[in-house]
């Protein structure tokens, strides 16, 4: 079946920036995502040296604002939010969707690009990241950022705040890792090659 695939012809469904962006983002998520808990749990997650993990975490954080800023901006350069943003046809599809999800019916409902929860998933990861972002440059630069600080209840809370977003933005990858991995070969491969054998799963 798999050869067959490669004989149907392909369609364009991630340009080759997109996929740079994702690729970008989702290295240095879990490099953030190692390294912080490393400076959180030293014993329990090993690192060659904190001064390293550390440098790692103030590394990751650039690629991974980078990423997220250019990704917004292309989105609305060339319009294409639209298939992120949850609409009102993604909503009204949202129940079909979960009972094919469910395994309550073998049809799955079409949809122009993303199903109903990967939309949620980006959207949601918008707020998220940033916060990740605001939270982790008061914890580089508090004396510069004073007034935010003081805004989140001094710098002990914002480190409890930032260490919650952090587990908040990993469940929600976990999740996109699940329908990543169950939307079938082809869809899979789009995002490494930029393109889908039409009329594929
Ligand atoms: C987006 C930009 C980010 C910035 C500017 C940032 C910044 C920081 C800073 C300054 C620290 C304290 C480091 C130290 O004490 O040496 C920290 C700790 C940490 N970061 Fe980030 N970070 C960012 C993203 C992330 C992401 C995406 C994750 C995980 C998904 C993450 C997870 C953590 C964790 C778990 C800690 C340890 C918190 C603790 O002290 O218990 N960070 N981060
Ligand atoms: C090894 C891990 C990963 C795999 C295999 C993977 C796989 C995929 C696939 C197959 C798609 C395209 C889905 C489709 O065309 O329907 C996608 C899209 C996406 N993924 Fe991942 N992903 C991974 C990690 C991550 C991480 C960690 C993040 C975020 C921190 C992320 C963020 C995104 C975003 C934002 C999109 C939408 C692309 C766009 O239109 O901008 N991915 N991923």
């Known amino acids: 079946m798999w050869l067959l695939a490669g004989l149907l012809p392909k369609k364009l469904r991630h340009t080759r920036e997109v996929r ?26 090993p690192f060659p040296r904190m001064r390293l993990a550390r440098l790692g975490h103030f590394t990751g954080q650039f690629a991974f604002l980078g990423a997220l800023f250019w990704r917004i901006h292309n989105g609305i350069k060339t319009g294409n939010y639209r298939e992120i943003l949850p609409g009102g046809e993604t909503l009204a599809k949202t129940p079909a969707y979960l009972r094919y999800e469910v395994f309550l019916t073998s049809r799955a409902p079409g949809f122009p690009k993303y199903n109903p929860f990967q939309k949620f998933l980006y959207t949601l990861w918008v707020p998220l990241f940033l916060m990740l972002g605001v939270t982790g440059s008061v914890l580089y630069i508090p004396q510069k950022l004073a007034p935010l600080e003081r805004a989140f209840g001094g710098l002990n809370r914002v480190r409890r705040l930032h260490y919650l977003f952090s587990l908040a933005s990993f469940g929600t990858v976990a999740g996109h890792l699940y329908f990543a991995l169950t939307s079938g070969t082809e869809t899979l491969k789009s995002i490494f090659t930029g393109c889908k054998a039409r009329g594929k799963k």
């Not at 808990?37 to 030293?42: A, F, Q, T, W």
């Open 20 to 45: 740079i962006f994702h690729w970008v983002l989702a290295g240095s998520y879990f490099l953030l995502f190692y390294t912080g808990l490393h400076i959180s749990h030293p014993g329990r997650f």
